[in-house]
């Protein structure tokens, strides 16, 4: 299983939605990308949420079920804590909270950084 002292690939995602333009495509999109990142001989060592990212996270997500899918692959899945309080989204039903700290240290130390 992977931890966080060796990121090798950290994918952070600050929006609900892939690209700009049509928001219903981009949801689609996203959706897409998390179920291809399903199947990569090796899947991510972390994906962290920002922003209205951490939509993404929460229980009402239509793509909870292939987070969980890469969080049983050994993916950590993080949340940004101040996101989700400004966004009053309570407990995030897949992943843990975590903090900028962590996070900034994650992103730092990654040897590939993807941002969408």
């Known amino acids: 299983m992977k931890n966080e002292s060796d990121p090798k690939l950290v994918i952070l995602i600050s929006k ?6 049509s ?4 949801r689609i999109l996203i ?13 991510p ?4 949420f920002v922003n209205a990212g951490v939509f993404l996270t929460a229980k009402d997500s239509a793509v909870l079920e292939d987070l969980k899918d890469l ?7 993080l949340s940004c804590g101040t ?3 400004f966004f009053e ?28």
């Open 31 to 43: 959706k897409s990308y998390l179920a291809t990142l399903v199947d990569l001989p090796q899947t």
């Open 89 to 116: 989204l309570g407990e995030p039903a897949v992943g843990t909270v975590s903090n900028m700290q962590t996070i900034s240290g994650l992103m730092a130390s990654a040897e590939r950084l993807i941002s969408l």
């Open 45 to 48: 060592s972390h994906l962290i």
């Open 16 to 21: 609900d939605a892939m690209g700009d333009g």
């Open 23 to 26: 928001k219903e495509l981009g």
């Open 83 to 85: 996101c989700i309080n």
């Open 71 to 77: 969080e049983a692959k050994g993916t950590r899945i």
